[in-house]
């Protein structure tokens, strides 16, 4: 078999062979295939596609490239989610002690955020005393009597992957469908899921900016879940704006804090409530989507949600009384209002601007080394399609200096303020099979 071959065969539009993906995966990551061979072969991939059968092909065989995590000791459905980015997106601090609340058994790895804001372990550790290491032995045990544990990532899963997404980031083909579904699935599988909830943005703040590709992204992922033995379901859900109102690490804490009491904002409410749903069936815990809303919507106004949460923190050594008392959460030395510059509604706020602005005060990284301050952030009084008279808040700046000017003039490079528009639609579609 030689590598030359394959690439003119996928340059010509034919498939892929089993055995010739895993042939091109075990290669690669071995270091006998050299980029610039590989280089050519995603550059075929990305001009011509791949079929579902190579999508699955290839997704298995960057799982088996590294470890795979075993939690067959976890008794029922694991099921997991994940969510292809966005800004505010604190779905998974919602998502998760809602979903175990249940009864459903939520067993997470997750990694560092980078960009605008931090990702759910900078989230988590925004609260005093969480801590996310976890001995494979302690996270089977907890998830197996309370239902729900988050730890970060250990071991080395789909090297292929990190290897291969390297090389597509200099070689322009980062945005191949085909290859995006199957580094997303690769990760999901080695990581022990059972059961996969997908929610895949679009809009400005997405790296998905068309709903039209959003779907074809879901599409394939959802197939390629299927086609493996991994019960998949996803959602596309839009990040033109922020979800909810808070951007920044200890701010989405407060705000998975009052959605889990029933008292959260409408968009990030909707969302974790019809992931949620996904997530209860995959588990067998409901026979429906609609039954399965009913069980976490009386999870989240009769206390069993943020008890939940409580047990949660309390499990994994944190201060679980951030619950009733907020303020023990970091707090930023400064809050700087932006008021309203004119009279109307709001009918603009650029998602991805905005999670800048919030990186610049603190609340994200551009690279790994980078410390979080996880006080600073944003906090938006107003979303789309909502009312606003000229010197109100319009945003709160969170932040560990007072000199902001330069923020404040750039929050109003990114919000419009103009005539009533129709509010915007929030989950574009639901993709069950």
Known sequence: MRMVDLIIKKRDGKALSTEEIQYIIEGYTKGEIPDYQMSALTMAIYMKGMNTREQGDLTMAMVHSGDVIDLSAIEGIKVDKHSTGGVGDTTTLILAPLVASAGAKVAKMSGRGLGHTGGTLDKLESIPGFHIELTEEQFIDQVNTHNIAVMGQSGDLTPADKKLYALRDV?????????????????????????????????????????????????????????????????????????????????EVEEAIL???????????????????????????????????????????????????????????????????????????????????????????????????????????????????????????????DPVTKGEPLLTLYAHDQEVSELVDEVKECITIGSRIEDPILIHEVIVD
Not at 267 to 280: I, R
């Open 171 to 251: 070689t322009g083909t980062v945005e191949s469908i085909p290859l995006i579904a199957s580094s997303i699935m690769s990760k999901k599988i080695a990581a022990g899921a059972d059961a996969i909830v997908l929610d895949v943005k679009t809009g400005a703040g997405a790296f998905m900016k068309t709903k039209e590709d959003a779907e074809a992204l879901a599409h394939a992922m959802v197939n390629i879940g299927n086609a493996v033995g991994r019960k998949t379901m996803a959602i596309i859900s839009d990040m033109s704006q922020p979800l909810g109102k808070a951007i920044g690490n200890a701010l």
């Open 259 to 385: 959605t889990l009491q029933g008292k959260g904002p409408k968009d990030l409410t909707d969302l974790v409530l019809t992931l949620g749903s996904q997530m209860l069936v995959l588990a067998q815990k409901a026979d429906s989507l609609e039954e399965a809303r009913e069980i976490l919507e009386a999870s989240l106004h009769n206390g069993k949600a943020i008890e939940k949460f409580k047990e949660w923190i309390r499990l994994q050594g944190g201060d679980d009384s951030v619950v009733e008392d907020m303020s023990r959460l970091p707090q930023a030395p400064y809050t700087i209002d932006v008021p309203a510059w004119d009279s109307g509604y709001v009918t603009k706020e650029i998602a991805d601007h905005l999670g800048q602005i919030a990186m610049k005060l603190g609340a994200g990284r551009a690279t790994k080394e980078e410390e979080i301050d996880p006080s600073v952030g944003i906090y938006l009084h107003k979303k789309v399609g």
